[in-house]
Nanobody, 125 residues
């Protein structure tokens, strides 16, 4: 079992930056790939980024590629999402989750388990 807690959200102007953190507790974190998702108002949860167990492989949604960076520190049981050049359309609740179900695509919600409660990001224009 794994528990996840996101933090670092807030209000920022367009063009600004935020760094989100996700702290995991429980077993097997250091061997798990991790993902970030977001849910924009009135929309379904969507994939943002994924990082493999040692941080050597990173995968991003097209609309955040070049602006967001996912990273992790296994010694701290933490995964990060650095968000730069933020746009109003990035406004969403951001969630981290554990990649556990390899039968699904990397960007599929169904691939991930042990979701956190989310942290709110609001980008003003």
């Amino acid at each position: 079992q794994v528990q996840l807690v996101e933090s670092g959200g807030g209000l920022v102007q367009a063009g600004g930056s935020l760094r989100l953190s996700c702290v995991a507790s429980g077993r097997t974190f250091s061997l798990d790939a991790m993902g970030w998702f977001r849910q924009r108002p009135g929309k379904e949860r969507e994939f943002v980024a994924r990082i493999n167990w040692n941080g050597g492989s990173r995968y991003y949604a097209d609309d955040v590629q070049g602006r967001f960076t996912i990273s992790r520190d296994n010694a701290k049981n933490t995964v990060y999402l650095q968000m730069n050049s933020l746009k109003p359309e990035d406004t969403a609740i951001y969630y981290c989750a554990v990649d556990r179900n390899s039968d699904y695509l990397l960007e599929s919600v169904d691939r991930y388990d042990y979701w956190g409660q989310g942290t709110q990001v609001i980008v003003s224009s």
